[in-house]
């Protein structure tokens, strides 16, 4: 498997609602990562999982939880959002965090925050 | 402060020519520059990389060459086709981003049939 799985596709959410993105990744990838991304523009770094534990939160507001639970899987809990966070989130994969490695990206999911 | 710059923003080419994208970056410890394709609707996907100790890397029609003296890397197309057509993001590693990735701008490349 030489991929990364995520879910949703799509969201829709009210900025009082609570929802999760999950990713998957079955490489053994040890490094897991969130990226936004807006229409036009290059992805966004937001969160670095290395070996399960956070490493980098690249200032994110608090609305923005990820969790790792496994060396599979990562997930992005979302709660108050605001209209602005409109925007493509991306989960990647890497062999480990120096950041020298091939990023697998998923597909991505496209969040409405009305 | 350490960034990536990526240039030219939009790229119109006829099928059949070469499309040339240039990036530079400020951080001089940089020793990793990928490349992503990234079409409509689509995840970005890797097309090519190059690391420090190598000045140029060719996968068949699609090279990256890197001059570390200059801080500048490129991206050549050539024989460009309709499904070459995307946005392209260069990368390289910064220390200002606690040794991540930082992708460029992009650019947005048109092959005309």
């Known amino acids: 498997d030489t991929e990364v799985t995520q879910t949703p596709k799509h969201l829709v959410m009210g900025m009082t609602n609570k929802k999760s993105l999950k990713c998957e990744q079955h490489?053994?990838?040890?490094?897991m990562y969130w990226y936004k991304q807006k229409a036009k523009k290059p992805p966004e770094l937001m969160f670095v999982y290395s070996y399960e534990k956070l490493s980098i939160n690249e200032s994110v507001p608090s609305r923005f939880s990820p969790e790792c639970p496994n060396s599979s899987l990562l997930n992005l809990h979302l709660h108050a959002l605001q209209p602005e966070d409109s925007a493509l989130y991306l989960c990647?994969?890497?062999?480990?965090?120096?950041?020298?490695?091939?990023?697998?990206f998923g597909a991505g999911s496209r969040l409405t925050v009305l | 402060g350490e960034n990536v710059e990526q240039h030219p923003s939009t790229l119109s080419v006829q099928e059949g020519d070469s499309a040339v994208i240039k990036c530079t970056y400020s951080?001089?410890?940089?020793?990793?520059f990928p490349w992503y394709k990234q079409e409509l609707g689509k995840r970005p996907q890797l097309i090519i990389d190059?690391?420090?100790?190598?000045g140029e890397k060719k996968d068949q029609r699609i090279a990256v060459t890197l001059n570390k003296t200059a801080k500048h890397f490129s991206l050549h197309i050539t024989e460009t086709q309709p499904e070459d057509s995307a946005v392209y993001f260069c990368?390289?590693?910064?220390?200002?981003?606690?040794?991540?990735?930082?992708f460029g701008s992009g650019t947005q490349l048109t092959v005309l049939p």
């Open positions: 490489m053994g990838h040890r490094a």
């Open positions: 990647a994969s890497s062999q480990d965090s120096s950041g020298a490695n091939v990023l697998t």
């Open positions: 951080d001089s410890a940089s020793n990793y």
């Open positions: 990368a390289a590693v910064i220390s200002g981003s606690a040794r991540q990735l930082t």
């Open positions: 190059i690391r420090s100790n190598v």
